[in-house]
């Protein structure tokens, strides 16, 4: 089974998004999919009630999941690692152990803007519509992943 791992900051909005979306399509006999954030500031809570009303909105339902923070351990644990943006990559980089923890880490968004680094912007203190947005860019960068991981 391959596993693989969504991170942002908090695990509470673009994180849980992403672990929800690549989920739906991805067969679960397969494919594990989780998340986690580089801060703990949210451990043990849900995703932000945006974040829910916007999966709900495309038919995903993310109120099982609950934030946790990243850790070492996470890199035995997963084969990939996805960042939301440069400042979380970086942090996920810093704890690795070797060379080979590093290869797991991937920007999300590079799936479908090639070597760019573009970030996935966290929508937390802005409006519904930064919700949307990130949805959308999310569900077009999982398209691809999902697309890679069933040809592999």
Do not use: W
């Not at 979306?21 to 801060?39: C, E, H, W």
């Not at 690692?81 to 797991?104: L, P």
Request: charged content about 25%.
């Amino acid at each position: 089974m391959k596993k693989i791992l969504m991170v942002c900051l908090g695990n509470i909005c673009r994180s849980p998004l992403a672990e929800g979306i690549l989920q739906s399509k991805l067969s679960s006999d397969n494919f594990f999919v989780d998340s986690a954030g580089t801060a703990g500031y949210h451990v043990g809570e849900f995703p932000d009630k945006r974040s829910i009303e916007v999966g709900l909105k495309y038919g995903i339902d993310i109120t099982n999941q609950r934030s946790r923070k990243f850790n070492k351990s996470d890199f035995k644990e997963f084969d990939l690692i996805f960042a939301m943006d440069e400042s979380n990559y970086h942090n996920i980089i810093t704890m690795s152990n070797d060379e080979t923890d590093i290869q797991k880490v991937k920007m999300i968004l590079n799936e479908i803007y090639p070597n760019e680094n573009r970030n996935v912007p966290d929508p937390y203190y802005g409006g519904d519509q930064g919700f949307e947005n990130v949805y959308k860019m999310l569900d077009e960068a999982c398209n691809v992943v999902a697309s890679k991981l069933e040809n592999e």
